[in-house]
């Protein structure tokens, strides 16, 4: 048993929230004049409330490819999709609604959800680049909970435009910020939609 699937328990599933319950919590939190984490500051709810948003648009405008679907559907082992999240996270409100709506498509992937900050001990074993980088979405067997693979935080092209932006002696956060939902918006979700297509097909 790998250390990933020791540290994965049933109890971590039992106690991560479906899509719905997710979107519910981070509503809630906005109410609150709160985020999700321990800062609240007005920055992070803020980012938090324009996540809301782009969720909400993304819930109603992403649409699958048919060859994306029809794999979807052909799906025969059951999996977990576990992604660890945060609702000021502008690259978890970009592609986790995608994943939700992939995992729609059919009963073999149930999609679960865990905020990192509660769970860095799972966050540690899957590091981009030695940071604690999310959304992670952690693919695993339901059965028996073992990992099959993992993706994020970032589909390829979004994360050679950050990588290259925190290389620049001028990096500046809210900039990148700005041209990576620039990204997200011209990519129209298709890279994330493939690369995790791809990740089905390898296991």
């Known amino acids: 048993m790998t250390k990933q699937t020791e540290i994965i328990t049933k109890e971590t599933i039992a106690q991560s929230m479906d899509y719905e319950q997710y979107r519910t919590f981070i509503a809630e939190r ?3 004049n709160q985020s999700t984490g321990t ?4 920055m992070m709810v803020g980012y938090t409330d324009l996540n809301e948003k782009r969720m909400k648009r993304l819930d109603k405008t992403v649409k699958l490819t048919p060859e994306i679907s029809a794999t979807l559907q052909n799906i025969k082992t059951p999996l977990i999709w576990l992604v660890l999240t945060e609702g ?5 409100a970009q592609t986790v609604p995608i994943m939700a709506k ?3 498509e059919t009963p073999n ?8 900050d509660e769970n ?3 966050m540690d074993e899957f590091l981009t680049n030695g940071g604690r980088s999310i959304p992670k979405l952690i693919v695993l067997n339901k059965e028996t909970l073992e990992v099959l693979g993992s993706w994020g935080p970032r589909p390829v092209g979004a994360q050679e435009l950050f990588s290259n932006a925190k290389n620049s002696p001028d990096f500046n956060y ?3 910020q700005k041209a ?3 990204w997200y918006a011209k990519d129209k979700t298709l890279g994330t939609q493939k690369e995790l297509i791809e990740l089905i097909k390898a296991l």
């Open 174 to 176: 809210p900039d990148v």
């Open 180 to 182: 990576l939902q620039l």
């Open 102 to 104: 992939m995992a729609a």
């Open 30 to 32: 906005l109410e609150n």
């Open 39 to 42: 800062n609240h500051s007005e």
């Open 88 to 92: 000021w996270c502008g690259d978890a």
């Open 120 to 122: 860095l001990a799972i």
């Open 109 to 116: 992937i149930d999609l679960q959800l865990i905020f990192r």
